[in-house]
């Protein structure tokens, strides 16, 4: 599976960014089974996960850092996974990467993803 990332940039605490990943690389049923997810990686830190939509019954997972102010979203027909992005603080400044899984449990529960990663999108929140 292959990963684009795109929609990051420089904005104001307070602010929003929408991202968008494009995936491909899928066989048969396409994105439709997979479960997707965004991970991100701060500066001096590891990659951690953030957001995760399920397959099985379109489910939505979300770390505490970012529970109610991010939301996952997906467009299987355009294999297209979003991240919007509100309230953004300088802490959620990093790399966001987007990755997909066919085990639910592993990628959204566990947040051990085992696919491929994009390059990223550079998100940065500053005053």
């Known amino acids: 599976l292959k990963f684009v990332e795109t929609g990051g940039g420089l904005v104001q605490p307070g602010g929003s960014l929408n991202l968008s990943c494009a995936a491909s690389g899928f066989s048969g049923w396409g994105m439709n089974y997979h479960s997707v997810a965004w991970f991100r990686q701060a500066p001096g830190k590891e990659r951690e996960g953030i957001a995760c939509?399920?397959?099985?019954?379109?489910?939505?997972y979300y770390s505490e850092s970012v529970a109610g102010r991010f939301i996952i979203s997906r467009d299987n027909a355009k294999k297209t996974v979003y991240l919007q992005m509100n309230s953004l603080r300088p802490s959620d400044t990093g790399v966001y990467y987007c990755?997909?899984?066919?085990?639910?449990?592993?990628?959204?529960?566990?947040?051990?993803?085992?696919?491929?990663w994009g390059p990223g999108t550079q998100v940065i929140v500053s005053s």
């Open positions: 939509f399920g397959s099985i019954d379109n489910a939505t």
């Open positions: 990755t997909a899984d066919l085990a639910e449990g592993r990628l959204c529960l566990r947040w051990q993803p085992t696919g491929s």
